[in-house]
Nanobody, 123 residues
Framework: QVQLAESGGGLVQPGGSLRLSCAGA????????VGWFRQVPGKEREFVAA??????NRYYTDSVKGRFTISQDNANLYLQMNSLKPEDTAAYYC??????????????????WGPGTQVTVSS
């Protein structure tokens, strides 16, 4: 059983930065691919970023490449978000699972989800 808990969301102006943390998704959660999804009300969950269980590869959705960085230490998973845009506004969820590589961006492949943290980018 993997228990995940996000923190670090909030209100930020366009161009600003936030760092999300997820307890329970660090390197000690061995054998799992961990990552972040986001969701806006009325829309599908969207893949944001993931670190594969081997720890050597990171994956991002195109819209956040160069702005967001996923990382982890022994206890936590992080999402550093820079140059935030209004379209980044969403509830962000930490996830863990064992997807095959071709399905790493599929929400259905992740067994464990945190309760989410809201990120609002607005002036």
């Amino acid at each position: 059983q993997v228990q995940l808990a996000e923190s670090g969301g909030g209100l930020v102006q366009p161009g600003g930065s936030l760092r999300l943390s997820c307890a329970g998704a660090g390197r000690s959660t061995t054998g799992y691919t961990v990552g972040w999804f986001r969701q806006v009300p009325g829309k599908e969950r969207e893949f944001v970023a993931a670190i594969r269980w081997s720890g050597s590869n990171r994956y991002y959705t195109d819209s956040v490449k160069g702005r967001f960085t996923i990382s982890q230490d022994n206890a936590n998973l992080y999402l550093q978000m820079n140059s935030l845009k209004p379209e980044d506004t969403a509830a962000y969820y930490c996830v863990a699972g064992r997807p095959i590589l071709s399905a790493i961006r599929s929400a259905d492949m992740y067994y464990y989800w945190g309760p989410g943290t809201q990120v609002t980018v607005s002036s």
